[in-house]
């Protein structure tokens, strides 16, 4: 995509910390894409964890980088993001675009802005995920998190009012935005390079998994369920759960720490099936795996509701289960004659870079598009040339 030039438009982009690439940051690079001029401002930046574009950005921190330990203990500083984030200057910016994953859509962004706010998630360790973080932590840590973490929930709703719109990256995470902040986010899915994979001429007949081998992940579930099913099996990944993954794993199933990009494009292209067995709040593996002409049985929650269209491009099963599992994989046998890889692909597409730009673009648009707004014109033209080479 040719990136448009914003003349005489200065834009911020504010995302929670800069301490490595994951899926949020892969999203801020193609943001930044967009608004090639853009400035950044976060709370906590390691250079060395980030993309080489991302460091050829102005990058500003909030005070929390001068902590000690910041780089390596940013979450413990979490109670005072909020008052460090609102102590940022964004005076003289014409668009604000926070990306939400950690506190950063609580900017004070300056009256005449618009400020537009991509949610990856809900600050996860506030709302559904409260009980478990409570469970991990330490005794000390245990005693304060109900006196903290009330605060810090009032001012995460009364931040989400700031705002002046929201967009979610699924359809689980707008009613995760509803229901936590009571705002309503419009649907634009991440960006996925579904153009890197291909079709296999000859798929084998073993089954996928990929992912980190941490609890939520359930790559539990998949060992235990692909032992009793006797079927072959592939995991691609490491975590903190991989010596106890490779206890429980049968004789059929083979572990891989890591595959290089061009081994994984391979992997999924010559897989039976990928098992996507965690609720996510997007999840870009079964995109990938469709994108790669291949079927996936996925958990019927979360992200993957929006991804997989089933009795299409996979199926779901309900439960986190074994059996539940198992049962899915037994019908998955007898579906699989109906499958047709080219479906798969053309799903994928929804979620191409070139779709992202486009309904980001008319996002920013919808606020710039004022009398009294700086010229929009090259916004415009970014939306017409969205996915072009």
Not at 120 to 132: A, E, G, K, V
Not at 294 to 318: H, M, N, Q, W
Request: proline share 8%; with cysteine; hydrophobic share 40%.
């Amino acid at each position: 995509m040719n990136a448009p030039c914003q003349i005489g438009m200065k834009v911020a982009v504010v995302h929670y910390w800069l301490v490595g690439m994951r899926g949020g940051e892969r999203v801020l690079e193609r943001i930044l894409r967009l608004f090639p001029g853009a400035d950044i401002f976060t709370h906590v930046y390691d250079p060395d964890a980030v993309s080489a574009f991302i460091r050829s950005h102005r990058v500003r921190t909030s005070f929390i980088q001068k902590l000690p330990g910041a780089v390596r203990h940013y979450q413990k500083y979490l109670p005072l993001m909020p008052m460090a984030l609102e102590e940022l200057d964004l005076r003289g910016y014409d668009l604000v675009i926070s990306s939400e994953s950690g506190p950063a859509k609580g900017i004070l962004a300056p009256p005449d802005a618009f400020h537009l706010c991509y949610c990856h998630s809900p600050m996860r360790y506030l709302w559904d995920h409260y009980q478990p973080y409570k469970e991990m932590s330490g005794r000390l840590t245990r005693m304060a998190m109900p006196f903290l973490f009330r605060n810090l929930r009032q001012w995460d709703t009364t931040s989400a009012q700031r705002p002046d719109k929201i967009l979610a990256n699924s359809s689980f995470i707008a009613r995760r935005v509803r229901k936590s902040w009571g705002r309503d986010a419009d649907v634009v899915h991440p960006p996925v390079d579904v153009d890197l994979f291909s079709l296999s001429d000859a798929p084998g007949d073993h089954y996928l998994w990929v992912g980190q081998m941490t609890p939520y992940k359930r790559a539990d579930l998949v060992a235990d369920a692909f032992t009793r099913l006797g079927l072959p099996l592939v995991m691609v990944g490491t975590g903190e759960l991989s010596a106890d993954i490779a206890k429980r794993a049968g004789p059929n199933i083979r572990i891989v720490d890591r595959l290089d990009f061009a081994d994984l494009r391979r992997a999924y292209s010559e897989c039976r099936a990928l098992i996507f067995p965690p609720e996510e709040d997007f999840g870009i593996v079964p995109v990938e795996a469709n994108a790669a002409g291949r079927p996936v049985i996925a958990y019927g929650k979360g992200g993957a509701i929006d991804s997989i269209r089933p009795g299409e491009t996979g199926l779901f099963f309900r439960q986190q289960t074994v059996e539940a599992l198992i049962d899915a994989v037994e019908q998955f046998e007898k579906w699989l004659p109906e499958f047709d890889p080219q479906a798969a692909r053309a799903n994928a597409r929804r979620f191409a870079p070139d779709v992202f730009d486009s309904k980001f673009m008319a996002a920013a648009m919808t606020g710039l598009n004022r009398d009294d707004a700086p010229d929009i014109r090259p916004l415009t033209d970014a939306v017409e040339l969205a996915g072009k080479p």
